[in-house]
């Protein structure tokens, strides 16, 4: 299988003439099937259903193989973007779907929870013709999923691709996306890899956090397989820092450790009422439902449902809480946001979904507190409308109460998805790591080595609150710096 | 491939187990306050229980457990030879261990399982240890012979007076604080035997500690779901630990947030 990215070679070169630029820019941009929203509500099956191979042929159909395409500058993990399309263009799906594994580890992932809106689709060229995007996400799913049920369809046993082993042992702490990318990169390189999980589960928030219905676990799982076919070693239940010590790690044997431990800590917003019953964060009720299955047949772990839920939050993480509330049962579902639509940080398809699916949207809306029953069961809240004042530090325009303007509102549910603090674990448990004022570990941002020789760290222990794709950015430089060293020590 | 084996079991009473069980990687890191999340089976629910024991040779960590609700039931139910499907810990912060002088140990019902390791070490540590093990009767008082073993005086209460004094665990308490100078209480036991510790013991100034056990699911501060009021403050029993200064903590809040799934 040819995965070669050059430009020039010859099948590319007649694909590119087969067709006038004219010819590809007046396709229209493909649609992604989607389930009806009155039907999704009800179920927990994925929301966008793939595009057809016609479908995903016609679109990579559109992309021009820029001679300097800026597309990959836009995407953290750098793939080469339009190799991997013109394969798809010539049919060659698997062999598109193998130049995404060269530099990304979980392309059926990234294909659906990247903002391709604001990376590699915000930079082509389509953009300054006033032409909609090359669908690039669109496009890396669909190879993606095509390989996933080709292994399927046709039984085919997954081998560690034929790498020397140098013999070298590295442990990652944390099996969510930065951990599972840098766990890929580096077994391509020829160390053993373990990767060190707190759950029962490997995939961290790909599991415990983003839901089925936008990123079901068949998916998540078939990618882990991949990479335990590679030789990565994974081990749940075991905390680093607790279960075994940085110590322990060395007498083991590693000569290097990557932590990915995520953003653990939900924050609370710190109003009256907030520990009242029927108040919990997104983490919480996301991980009940999404890791530990509450709510479906033979599971044991319960959740609290309610008929009016108000989740607290304008991010990725809200939507996902709150059209989780909709497929619970909830009558109403809202969102509590304290700017307005036009700020809000959640990708526009996921709000675009969530408004198809019928959550309410209380824009300029600040809780301020929360009353209860007499058993301390969360009935109603009361918030603080806003207005936009000056742009703030963000440079978005900042949110000023209104005087006087409070409203009580009943509630029996309130998720509060106001952003995560890095985990502590980690920086508890090695005293001499340097530690930033909000709680992140500090790393070169080249390297992402830290304060230690030999500890290097990404994803949102780092940033304390980004993106997936982000997070498989750090993964990625990590292993490239981390191998660079090595390789160094060893001559 | 489990390897949280069950090397044995003993009834302590008709809903109270005790399980020795193989983790060899838990028995070596954990110290007195540590806790464990557990899961049994494929749809099992993750709950937090505090370590009573372990043995560094055989591996084991010894577990005791009350069968309240389905997945208590479920653990009381397994036997020797079963496993558990999963363990994860040590967790929390480990009790801090230092001589103060005499040590007043308060256990309730089951809390005296996790009570035991910090007896163990407040004894080695050189303090004079009195511990007050307190139950409904007679029969549901556990681990008195372990108890004894490093304590300098062993005090039972019960509420129809079958052992020891009739009486609830809070008078135990003010009789031995009344009779001499104590320097440190430690109260773990059901939340509100622990609120009216930390009331008699306010009373008379004696620093107190207290073990909280609060509804968790990953117990490795993700969810927040064990959030407590400490002197006002916020605070994630499964991080920050599940130890506290009994004086400062909102045991009214704990006691109703307890009841979420009731």
Same mark, same amino acid.
């Given at each position: ?46 929301? #966008? ?37 013109? #394969? ?219 008929? @009016? ?17 909709? @497929? ?56 603080? @409308? ?9 440079? @978005? ?95 | ?57 055989? %591996?084991?960590? +010894?577990?005791?457990?009350?069968? !309240? ?32 002088? +005499?040590?007043?140990?308060?256990? %309730? %019902? ?66 031995? !604080? ?36 609060? !509804? ?24 920050? %630990? ?21």
């Amino acid at each position: 299988m040819n995965t070669d990215n050059n430009r020039d070679a010859k099948w590319r070169e007649e694909l590119r003439s087969a067709l006038s630029a004219k010819e590809r820019t007046s396709i229209p941009r493909a649609v992604i099937p989607q389930l009806d929203p009155k039907f999704r509500v009800h179920s927990n099956h994925e929301v #966008n259903q793939g595009l057809s191979q016609a479908q995903a042929v016609l679109e990579a159909t559109r992309c021009l193989d820029c001679p300097d395409p800026q597309c990959i500058q836009g995407c953290p993990v750098s793939i080469a973007i339009p190799t991997f399309i013109k #394969n798809i263009e010539r049919g060659e799906i698997l062999t598109a779907a193998k130049v995404l594994k060269q530099t990304s580890a979980l392309p059926a992932v990234c294909g659906r929870v990247c903002p391709q809106e604001k990376q590699c689709e915000s930079r082509c060229i389509y953009n300054k013709m006033k032409k909609q995007p090359v669908a690039i996400g669109y496009l890396e799913r669909f190879a993606a999923d095509f390989e996933r049920e080709n292994i399927k369809a046709n039984n085919i046993e997954l081998r560690p691709s034929a790498v020397e082993k140098n013999g070298m042992n590295i442990a990652v702490v944390g099996s969510g996306p930065a951990g599972l990318s840098f766990a890929g990169d580096m077994i391509k390189k020829g160390y053993n890899v373990t990767v060190y999980e707190a759950l029962h589960e490997i995939g961290g928030v790909l599991k415990y956090g983003i839901p089925e219905f936008r990123l079901p676990n068949v998916v998540v799982e078939a990618e882990i397989d991949g990479l335990r076919a590679e030789g990565v070693n994974f081990v749940k239940d075991c905390v680093i820092g607790k279960t075994i010590s940085y110590d322990q790690l060395h007498q083991l044997g590693y000569d290097g450790i990557f932590v990915a431990s995520g953003a653990g800590l939900p924050r609370f917003m710190g109003i009256p009422g907030e520990n009242f019953i029927g108040i919990m964060s997104a983490n919480e009720y996301l991980t009940r439902i999404n890791l530990m299955g509450a709510g479906r047949p033979g599971e044991d772990t319960p959740v609290l449902k309610g008929n @009016r839920v108000a989740v607290i939050g304008g991010g990725n993480t809200a939507m996902d809480s709150v059209r989780t509330a909709l @497929r619970q049962g909830s009558k109403t579902a809202m969102i509590v946001y304290r700017r307005s639509l036009e700020e809000m940080p959640a990708r526009v398809e996921e709000v675009h979904h969530a408004q198809e699916e019928g959550v309410e949207f209380m824009t300029l809306c600040n809780p301020i507190e929360y009353l209860a029953d007499e058993k301390g069961r969360v009935r109603a809240m009361k918030v603080q @409308r806003m207005e936009l004042g000056e742009p703030d530090a963000s440079g @978005r325009r900042s949110p000023v109460p209104i005087e006087g303007a409070i409203e009580e509102i009943e509630v029996d549910l309130v998720i509060v998805s106001v952003g995560v603090s890095p985990n502590p674990l980690i920086p508890n448990a090695i005293p001499e790591l340097e530690i930033s004022r909000r709680g992140t570990i500090v790393v070169n941002e080249e390297s992402m080595r830290s304060s230690i020789y030999d500890i290097y760290a990404g994803g949102d222990i780092v940033r304390g609150g980004a993106t997936v794709i982000l997070a498989m950015g750090d993964g990625r430089r990590a292993a490239a710096a981390m191998d660079k060293e090595l390789m160094k020590q060893e001559k | 491939m489990s390897m949280f084996k069950i090397v044995e079991k003993e009834h302590f009473s008709e809903n109270v187990v005790k399980l020795v069980v193989e983790a060899p990687m838990i028995a070596q890191s954990r110290r007195p306050g540590h806790f464990v999340i557990v899961r049994t089976g494929e749809g099992g629910e993750r709950i937090p229980l505090t370590i009573a024991d372990a043995d560094l040779k055989r %591996g084991t960590i +010894t577990l005791v457990i009350q069968a !309240i609700g389905e997945s208590t039931r479920k653990i009381c139910a397994l036997e020797t030879g079963d496993c558990l499907t999963d363990i994860v810990g040590p967790l929390g912060q480990a009790t801090h261990i230092e001589k103060v002088g +005499t040590v007043v140990c308060c256990g %309730g %019902g089951v809390g005296v399982a996790p009570l035991l390791p910090i007896i163990k070490a407040m004894k080695e540590a050189g303090n004079r240890v009195v511990s007050i093990l307190a139950a409904r009767t007679s029969e549901l008082i556990i681990l008195e012979k372990e108890v004894a073993e490093f304590s300098d005086e062993v005090i039972f209460m019960t509420d129809d007076g079958s052992k020891g004094q009739k009486g609830l665990v809070t008078a135990g308490v003010e009789a031995v !604080i009344e009779r001499e100078k104590v320097d440190l209480v430690v109260a773990i036991g059901p939340a509100v035997m622990m609120k009216f510790v930390a009331l008699t013991t306010k009373k008379h100034d004696v620093p107190t500690m207290v073990s909280l056990n609060t !509804i968790m699911v990953d117990g490795t501060g993700m969810c927040g779901a064990c959030r407590v009021t400490v002197d006002g403050k916020t605070k994630f029993v499964c991080i920050d %630990g599940p130890e506290f200064d009994a004086h400062k903590v909102d045991f009214d809040e704990m006691i109703m947030r307890l009841k979420a799934y009731n």
